[in-house]
């Protein structure tokens, strides 16, 4: 029989009528001599009734009903006595006259429920019943609904949706490459694309104009909540349009992805920072503008003031910046405060001075540092009244920006200082063209080696490159980088002299990107684009707080996937064919 | 500036307007004092002119103009004094009074121009170029439409589009995987996917009803004409859904693509044909109906007139079957005919035998054992006319099939038979379970193990598994196989004797897919769907000959990528992470 609807669509529109419906048992309880059950799919539980006097063989086989078995049910919607307002099928119930189990299943080992206290590694290995459970179906189908929306759009602004290749070349910088052999070139290797950046930048020089791609991009980086080996973005490029123009048509995408996914309407233009006044302000390359207590420039209100620590950044070049926390005078402890100070210590600095201001002034243990004078420049400078406590940190402008800027989100998490229900978008442009690297050593590419310099530090690539600004920008949503991109480079001379500033000698580029090279000597258009990480786009439009959440078949955190077993040995003859013998590292 | 509008879409509705357009160069010529430069972009080409007489300046720099050049101009829309109805722009012309070169280009290797003569090599090295061509452009363009379409009749119907890994588990059965070292488990291997297979009934078992994906598949496997190591299948999945509704979702799916992407209307429904009626009436599991010239059975018709092959041939269980081509008698001579003979030897078959039809009765090799009775009988049988040629295949069912199957397809060619512009889909149903391998010497799959038996023949799987039937459907679009699918096995019981009917000891079947047993034990609903290949319909919907002509960047028949020289060798710290070592084999 052909299903009438979803169980979680019969509503009072089908009073009356006969419904076929098909699903899986949620829970079964026997009242008197009726049995209820009710049945679930996708769209929702809907209630069943069995009743004797209708049925009395149907009745018979519902008794044999378990949680998670599947079926198929005839019967006719009646209104229920006591309506459940919980349901949105809470009006009716469906009183069976026929029933037809489908499958049978065995106790699952957790229950299909929200409040779910499994553990991550056990839900894993069960994905096929955590999917099950309706706020992973609700999270998928927030994803589904972002990805028909980003088709929708692009289409009809006329992007062209091209595949790139996912066995391609390893090149060496970025990431660490997933490597697949060569079996028809032994001692080759393949590399899983970090990204489609080149492909996509060819497909400009091919003369494509407006492409786009929801591609899979892969890293073998050591995991965290929102990194996976394999992730997915919204890849875009597109030629002749300036940063400007990309960023309005991003906007309109964005709009209508929060129209579409969740009736929000999204207020354009997002707004602009530079990448600097977003480090001076917040403390960070990706703002979370939906609270305040941004950092404060605290090097005057303190100068004099005679606390060694803070004079020595100061002479050492470095900053002494604060943050306010509204009424946190009562509300931290100096423990408390304490356990901040061991917090702020990952991002390098070390120490975080306060001060509470009270009706008698500041208190706390640099308080004597400063007479009333000076005490009224500190709570003038630090926006701060009467109640509020004031956090300190002296260092490098690194090191402020960091402690300050993750304590900043630490404590507004805390006091519950963040509207959850805002989606707050924030643009962040003119970042430096390069960063430097403690791991490497050296200036590398704060976004990739592809970035067009402003056009006035274009000179500046071969005298100062660590002070040549990009034509970037990031887009932020609720303090994550949601994505970013740039204005590419186009021309040859520009793109050998940021190989050049970026440490290549003209041999390696020449290895490595010659034949990319070549490809700019052809009548490469001026281009620039985006990329949108779609899991963490979907986590956050779900209110998640990982992606492995808005995935349905993740990676742990050790890289492997607990229902296949994947990674797993393979056969010699395997290996043979790929000319590849494994050398264990010996124990030691 | 702005783009007004693409090169290609200056019509006469701009007349008299002043454009902003930017584009290729695609060549300048010199009349009198006037330049003309035909300007390319992706929607076609306009003319521009350059006049001394509007500006002096702008036409001397429009004498440096070269092929693929990329330039921006404004110019003004005039009427041409004589139009070119080969161009949508062919009305007008743009008198330019600004030009902007954007960027220079060296001579390309070859012409960005339909009428390639280069090598596949050359446009697979220059593919950034070879994409350049209107050709290439348009069957993007086409595919790209196709998978438009595709999304949004999905996303119409309930599908959800749901992300599967590309980083999953090796599995023995099917064709040889593409493995990834992993660095976390040294001596562990993930599998790039054949296909979603598994991942989507699992979709089904979590309840998510009705799910899609257009999914990268890989295969290292020796490459042809319409294989390439990376491939993409629009990749289908309901539940609750019999066949019959599968196909008719599908119609409904193929009727949308050919109507937006070739404004072709399909007619539905599309015609079935039983595998076994399609093997005995066109020797082939994918047939072209696109022309007749259909197997006939020739074995009652033969009997008795005493040619050796024909008997030994029915006498040992085989067929005598044979084609008609019509009005073959004068098109093909001996030689000719002996020529095909050798063609059909690559399928088994040990001679090809021939008689022409004449007014005085047949004529050829074998006429002499055919009396004036024998040869009216063989006419018949054949459904010959005067002037007919009739080609004779004697041997076991499958030489048979093949030889004259792909000979029947051959002279269609050769004597143009075919209707280019029709698009002739048929479904080709109930097929064999298994098939013969004789390269395992074994019966294997004929779809894939997760197949569902007919409901009559389960029980056959534990007695004559080979004479079982699939619930399973291909669909066929001019004698290419376009995609193919089936119910499911949704119950473990089936699941195991279906292992065990492939020979799979217990125990292997519980190392390999214990994990996906366990699933069907958990309550999976009845389930099935489907595959289409993307590359192939877009290569049919293209009219291309090889799947290379609608993918971006393609591997060429060594697998490897002449662009970025993928595969390549890496660094020795890659393998050390991996902890992997090559061994070449030696040279001998």
């Not at 169980?7 to 049995?35: A, F, H, P, S």
């Not at 229920?80 to 307002?85: E, G, L, V």
């Not at 258009?525 to 986590?539: T, V």
């Amino acid at each position: 029989m052909k299903r009438t609807t979803y169980c979680g669509l019969v509503t009072d529109q089908y009073l009356d009528q006969e419904v076929v419906l098909k699903g899986w048992v949620q829970k079964r309880r026997n009242l008197g001599n009726l049995i209820f059950v009710d049945l679930r799919d996708r769209e929702g539980i809907v209630q069943l009734v069995f009743n004797p006097e209708v049925d009395a063989d149907v009745h018979k086989l519902a008794e044999s009903l378990r949680s998670e078995f599947v079926v198929e049910v005839i019967g006719k919607v009646k209104a229920r006595k006591t309506d459940n307002p919980n349901l949105k099928t809470g009006a009716i119930e469906v009183e069976v006259n026929a029933l037809k189990i489908l499958n049978k299943a065995k106790t699952a080992p957790f229950d299909i429920d929200d409040n779910i206290t499994a553990s991550d590694e056990l839900r894993l290995k069960y994905r096929y019943l955590d999917l099950r459970r309706p706020e992973m179906q609700k999270a998928l189908m927030i994803r589904n609904r972002i990805t028909q929306t980003v088709h929708a759009y692009l289409d009809k602004h006329h992007f062209i949706d091209i595949e790139t290749p996912y066995l391609t070349r390893s090149t060496p910088e970025g990431a660490r490459d997933y490597l697949v052999p060569s079996r028809v070139y032994p001692g080759h290797f393949y590399a899983l694309p970090q990204s489609p950046q080149l492909f996509k930048q060819l497909l400009m020089g091919a003369g494509f104009d407006r492409y786009y791609q929801i591609a899979r991009c892969f890293r073998d980086e050591d995991l965290r909540g929102d990194r996976q080996p394999e992730f997915t973005q919204i890849d875009i490029e597109t030629s002749f349009m300036d940063a400007d123009e990309i960023r309005e048509m991003t906007e309109g995408l964005l709009k209508d992805v929060m129209k579409e996914t969740l009736g929000v309407e999204l207020t354009t233009p997002i707004p602009e920072i530079t990448w600097n006044e977003a480090m001076n302000r917040f403390g960070s390359d990706k703002p979370d503008i939906r609270f305040g207590m941004e950092l404060q420039d605290m090097s005057q209100a303190v100068t004099g003031a005679g606390f060694k620590v803070f004079d020595m950044a100061l002479e050492n070049g470095g900053q002494v910046k604060a943050i306010t926390v509204t009424g946190g005078a009562d509300k931290y402890s100096r423990k408390q405060i304490e356990a901040k100070q061991d917090y702020i210590k990952r991002f390098g600095a070390k120490g975080l001075a306060w001060v509470k201001v009270t009706e008698e002034g500041l208190n706390g243990p640099i308080a004597k540092f400063f007479n009333q004078e000076a005490s009224a420049k500190v709570v003038e400078a630090a926006k701060a009244q009467v109640g509020d406590l004031i956090l300190f940190v002296a260092d490098s402008r690194k090191v402020v920006a960091d402690s300050l800027g993750y304590l900043r989100v630490d404590i507004a998490k805390e006091l519950d200082l963040i509207d959850q229900d805002q989606f707050a978008f924030i643009w962040v442009v003119d970042w430096p063209l390069f960063e430097y690297s403690e791991e490497f050593d050296r200036y590398i590419a704060a976004h990739h080696p592809f970035t067009m310099p402003n056009e006035e530090d274009v000179a500046l690539l071969e005298t100062d490159p660590h002070k040549a600004h990009a034509q970037s920008y990031d887009i932020v949503l609720n303090g994550y980088e949601l994505g970013g991109g740039s204005i590419r480079i186009h021309q040859r001379d520009v793109q050998e002299k940021m190989f050049k500033a970026l440490g290549f000698s003209q041999e390696d580029a020449e290895a490595q990107f010659g034949w990319f090279m070549d490809a700019l000597d052809s009548g490469f258009p001026p281009h620039g684009g985006l990329a949108l990480g779609l899991d963490r786009f979907a986590m956050l439009l779900a209110k998640k707080d990982n992606i492995r959440e808005v995935i349905a078949f993740p990676k742990n955190s050790h890289a492997s996937e607990p229902l296949t077993n994947a990674p797993s040995l393979v056969a010699p003859k395997q290996l043979e064919e790929l000319a590849l013998e494994v050398e264990l590292p010996k124990e030691e």
